[in-house]
């Protein structure tokens, strides 16, 4: 199957969830993200909004819990076609951006000072490939961070046995999903 292919089916999928289900699998999964070492130790994490339309892991209680958790947390902007991270304060500062996406407004962060990616995607496999919506926003900005922890958030028909990959995909090193975090297989370790 091909990457367009994957893509397509598993969206139709996401999008067929009710708003219910989608809430309680995203409690599951964010359970799970904290009792990750890499989660605990993080200073700042780099989350994403999720959208609702999508069918999307469920984010804005993560961000707002680790707010409470005295971690510092930023959020993705278009800027120019690639990724930069600003940091927020709360939800609330979310403003809609490119795509329908929502934004942050606070300070920009440099990623050198990011401790762990908390990253989207609409497919995955157990080497770590991902799929997303095909612009390769987060592909460029992952190489340049290279050492960071990346740790995908999906539910679990979100995993698929092979993804398509090419030399600039950049892998993930966890999935957290519903039932179970996914090491990738390949040694990709930051």
């Known amino acids: 199957m091909s990457k367009s292919e994957i893509r397509n089916r598993i969206r139709e999928l996401r999008r067929k969830q009710d708003s219910s289900t989608i809430i309680q699998k995203s409690r599951d999964i964010w359970k799970s993200l904290l009792s990750l070492p890499e989660y605990r130790r993080a200073t700042n994490i780099a989350f994403y909004a999720s959208i609702e339309k999508e069918g999307e892991v469920a984010t804005l209680e993560m961000i707002e819990d680790s707010l409470t958790q005295n971690k510092k947390v930023c959020l993705p902007k278009i800027v120019a076609d690639r990724l ?3 940091n927020v304060k709360g939800v609330e500062e979310l403003k809609e951006g490119v795509f329908g996406i929502l934004e942050p407004i606070g300070d920009k962060i440099k990623p050198e ?8 995607g609409i497919a995955f ?5 991902r799929i997303g919506f095909g612009r390769g926003y987060y ?3 992952l ?3 290279r050492n960071v922890s990346r740790i995908a958030l999906a539910f679990d028909f979100q995993i698929v046995d092979e993804i398509p990959s090419k030399k600039p995909d950049v892998r993930v090193h966890k999935i957290n999903t519903e039932s179970r975090i996914i090491p990738s ?5 930051p």
């Open 125 to 129: 496999d157990a080497t770590g490939n």
């Open 185 to 189: 297989s390949k040694d990709n370790k």
């Open 143 to 145: 190489k340049k961070v």
């Open 139 to 141: 592909d460029r900005f």
């Open 84 to 86: 930069e991270f600003f």
């Open 113 to 120: 000072q990011i401790d762990i990616v908390v990253l989207p």
